[in-house]
């Protein structure tokens, strides 16, 4: 993904983001929606106003694309496709989430699923729910992810006691916890890569 794409003669890693978004929107579109951020533009929280259909597409596109590459490979082989997948997933909530990414044996993607939903400060996560998610999807490992909408990724103490009390919950039905992470803007904060999982 961070590759220099080419078409043609352009180069779109040179682009402004306005310039890119001129190209996939349009100019009075851009003019219209874009006010300095781009989380903005690929949205699709009800609470604010319509945006052009074409970004939330390009948004959905690179999801999916992203998912495939997951679904292919194992997903330690593909760090950097994990945190972008997550980051789009959460660009743009106002409120927080908890993301299960399932896995298969070979540590291969099976489905994505978000769990709860929750308010702008906390989400309450059910352990019994998730362990149900789990098995109905013949997971041998999960990663998991939430947001941090304040824009801080660092990890609460209830974030940390949380990602304990499931690890123990799903090893009683022999599913591995491979990580947690916490999406704050662009930013993301790895439990493994801390040492704590």
Same mark, same amino acid.
């Given at each position: 993904?961070? $590759?220099?794409?080419?078409?043609?003669?352009?180069?779109?890693?040179?682009?402004?983001?306005?310039?890119?978004? +001129?190209?996939?929107?349009?100019?009075?579109?851009?003019?219209?929606?874009?006010?300095?951020?781009?989380?903005?533009?690929?949205?699709?929280?009800?609470?604010?106003? $319509?945006?052009?259909?074409? @970004?939330?597409?390009?948004?959905?596109?690179?999801?999916?694309?992203?998912?495939?590459?997951?679904?292919?490979? @194992?997903?330690?082989?593909?760090?950097?496709?994990?945190?972008?997948?997550?980051?789009? %997933?959460?660009?743009?909530?106002?409120?927080?989430?908890?993301?299960?990414?399932?896995? &298969?044996?070979?540590?291969?993607?099976? #489905?994505? %699923? +978000?769990?709860?939903?929750?308010?702008?400060?906390?989400?309450?996560?059910?352990?019994?729910?998730?362990? $149900?998610?789990? !098995?109905?999807?013949?997971?041998?490992?999960?990663?998991?992810?939430?947001?941090?909408?304040?824009?801080?990724?660092?990890?609460?103490?209830? &974030?940390?006691?949380?990602?304990?009390?499931? $690890?123990?919950?799903?090893?009683?039905?022999?599913?591995?916890?491979? &990580?947690?992470?916490?999406? #704050?803007?662009?930013?993301? !904060?790895?439990?493994? +890569?801390?040492?704590?999982?």
């Amino acid at each position: 993904m961070n $590759k220099d794409i080419n078409y043609g003669q352009a180069s779109y890693l040179t682009l402004s983001d306005t310039e890119l978004l +001129e190209k996939l929107i349009g100019v009075r579109q851009t003019q219209k929606h874009y006010r300095g951020s781009l989380g903005e533009m690929f949205t699709t929280d009800h609470h604010q106003v $319509k945006l052009p259909e074409r @970004c939330v597409v390009a948004r959905e596109l690179v999801r999916r694309w992203l998912d495939e590459e997951l679904k292919r490979d @194992c997903v330690l082989n593909a760090p950097q496709a994990v945190r972008d997948c997550l980051r789009i %997933h959460f660009a743009g909530r106002e409120h927080e989430c908890f993301v299960a990414m399932f896995l &298969d044996a070979q540590h291969r993607l099976i #489905a994505t %699923h +978000e769990l709860f939903r929750g308010t702008l400060t906390q989400t309450s996560v059910y352990p019994r729910e998730v362990v $149900k998610a789990a !098995l109905r999807e013949n997971a041998a490992a999960v990663i998991f992810s939430h947001n941090h909408p304040s824009g801080v990724a660092e990890p609460s103490q209830s &974030d940390q006691q949380l990602t304990i009390a499931l $690890k123990e919950a799903l090893a009683l039905v022999d599913v591995r916890v491979l &990580d947690h992470f916490i999406v #704050a803007g662009t930013s993301v !904060l790895s439990f493994a +890569e801390r040492g704590l999982l």
